[in-house]
Structures are given as structure tokens and as C-alpha cells.
């Protein structure tokens, strides 16, 4: 049974060939922070079948670290929003808008397999996002009141500011809180990556919501299922500042 990460990832796992190894589980977890339990899929590929590993949120971040990182251009990952990076473990390819992501052998295999697949959009501000395709007008203003209710100056340092919200947030990671206070946060998080690296708000349509993205030198950031995910999950202290240095390290890794 494939793990629902590897689903939220891919419609179907179809059939391919491939000379290439895939990565052990030993080889994997030589990325430095490597959790022991890795999620896999499988994929058949020549005859041979392959474990795909995929790689949580810390892993990913981990991962953009490594010496050597190469970015990867064809036409077809700007097609299906993914950005694709090569490093000594192998081929990691990251969807806009996810946290997490599959680690190939090797870029052929990645290719073969893109070619029979679609990556499906997860609409997670649905009926949330009251403001459509004006929120970077009202994004300035909810960053600001958010702090204030948090009782937070927004004249200190970024990484300050964002340890003061997750320190508050302790006491309260509710669904009910995350959809109310989910606009807000990615306001904050949003204006202080424009701040900081001269970015910009762009609003994409899907066909129930409009969801708020950084543009950075062409590429559109998401980042509300990094927010999802580290908020959901109750062993990380710190889900808000986690958020903003993935889309640091993001950056930072195509300057």
C-alpha cells in the first residue's frame, strides 16, 4: 500500500524501465536530520522494481543544503510546477505548494514517470481565502493586526518575531485556530520573505480558490501545505518559523 504522502504526490504509479539503482535505505539516511522511518513508493521501471523514497519537510530542507545541489531545467518541470534538484543522493523533485517530495535515482526516471502522470492541485485555503485575488492588498494589514492580537512587535527580527507566534501558538493548535488565523499567518510569513529578499505577492487560480504564492525571480513559491503540515504536526515546536526558513532555504538555494 503506497503511504499518503506518496498519494498526495501522484495519481497512479505506472510501469517504466530504467538502468539506474534506486538509493537504499542506508544510502538515504545518510542526509543529515534523515528521520528512521522513511516513506516509500514503489515503481517498476525495466523489469526492476525501485523504492522511491519520499522525504519529509525537514529532510527536503536538508537535502537543498547538500554541497553540491544542482537545479534542474526542461520545459515539462515548469509545466507541472515542480522544481528539480540533483545532488549525490539522487534526484529530488518538489512540487509548488507541497513540503514533502519524492527522491529518485536519477533524472531519467523522473522523467519517465512525469510523463504519465499529473500533478493534482490541493485547494487547502478553500472557503477559507475571503479574499480572493486581492489578498496582497490585505496582507500588509493582517500580518500587522495578527501581531498585535499576539501582543508581538513587528519591529523586531524576523526569527524573534515568528519563535514570540510559535511560543503563543503552543496552547492553541486547533483546526478551528488554523482556519481562522491561517490568512494571517501566511500574510506574516509572506511580507517577511518580500522584506527580506525583495519578492513579491502573486495570486494563482485554481477552480474552487485563489491561493497566494512569493515571487522570486520567476519561480512562485507556495507555501500554505508547509504551514499545514508543520502545524499539524504536534512534535514540531516550532511550525511557523519552520515555514519561513524552508522558503529561505528555497531561495536561497537559486541565488
Not at 506518496?6 to 517504466?16: D, H, K, R, T
Request: aromatic share 12%.
Amino acid at each position: 500500500m503506497f503511504s499518503s504522502k506518496a498519494l498526495f504526490l501522484f495519481c497512479v504509479i505506472l510501469s517504466y524501465s530504467c538502468h539506474s539503482n534506486s538509493p537504499s535505505k542506508g544510502e538515504v539516511n545518510k542526509v543529515k536530520g534523515m528521520s528512521k522511518s522513511i516513506d516509500y513508493f514503489e515503481l517498476t521501471y525495466q523489469g526492476k522494481i525501485y523504492k522511491i523514497p519520499v522525504l519529509s519537510t525537514k529532510e527536503v530542507q536538508d537535502f537543498l543544503k547538500s554541497s553540491n545541489i544542482v537545479k534542474l531545467k526542461k520545459p515539462i518541470y515548469s509545466e507541472l510546477s515542480l522544481n528539480v534538484y540533483k545532488a549525490d543522493l539522487g534526484v529530488l523533485a518538489i512540487r509548488d505548494g507541497q513540503s514533502d517530495a519524492p527522491l529518485y535515482p536519477s533524472e531519467e526516471v523522473l522523467v519517465y514517470q512525469l510523463k504519465g502522470h499529473s500533478f493534482q492541485p490541493r485547494p487547502i485555503l478553500e472557503g477559507i481565502n475571503i479574499y480572493g485575488e486581492n489578498f496582497p492588498k490585505f496582507s500588509y494589514m493582517l500580518a500587522d493586526s495578527f501581531l498585535k492580537k499576539m501582543g508581538i512587535s513587528e519591529n523586531d527580527l524576523p526569527l524573534n518575531i515568528l519563535t514570540a507566534v510559535d511560543e503563543r501558538l503552543l496552547a492553541n493548535r486547533t483546526k478551528k485556530f488554523f482556519n481562522e488565523e491561517v490568512m494571517s499567518i501566511i500574510a506574516l510569513i509572506g511580507e517577511l520573505i518580500n522584506k527580506k529578499y525583495h519578492s513579491e505577492w502573486i495570486m494563482v487560480k485554481s477552480d474552487s480558490t485563489w491561493t497566494p504564492a512569493i515571487l522570486y525571480k520567476g519561480q512562485k513559491i507556495f507555501f500554505e501545505n508547509y504551514i499545514l503540515l508543520d502545524f499539524d504536526n504536534k512534535e514540531e515546536k516550532s511550525p511557523i518559523q519552520n515555514s519561513y526558513l524552508t522558503i529561505c532555504d528555497i531561495i536561497e538555494s537559486n541565488l
